[in-house]
């Protein structure tokens, strides 16, 4: 099962807690989606496969790189991130690990 953590900054949290909740539904049991904080990186799973950042949380990408190399990261689109449309957000995440 691959895994992604959706990233997001801490007074989103609950939001983002509820889009990686929809995109779970969505997903069925074909990944393992989790939301995190920025200050919560210390936690982040060593085996992640896809990181995608909650706009506009890209100050963090050059240091995700270093210490997540096999991962991938992206920017999930504003619309689908505010919507909490967790199947675009699932078809998004589909598209980069298929890449």
Do not use: W
Request: include cysteine; charged fraction near 30%; aromatic fraction near 8%.
């Amino acid at each position: 099962m691959k895994k992604i953590v959706l990233l997001c900054v801490k007074n989103y949290d609950a939001f983002a807690c509820a889009v990686a909740e929809e995109m779970q539904k969505v997903a069925g049991g074909e990944f393992e989606v989790t939301s995190m904080t920025t200050a919560e990186l210390h936690r982040l799973p060593l085996d992640v496969d896809l990181i995608l950042f909650a706009p506009p949380r890209y100050r963090f990408l050059e240091r995700l790189k270093i210490t997540r190399p096999n991962a991938k990261i992206a920017m999930i689109e504003m619309k689908a991130y505010a919507e909490k449309d967790g199947a675009a957000i699932l078809k998004f995440a589909r598209e980069l690990l298929e890449s």
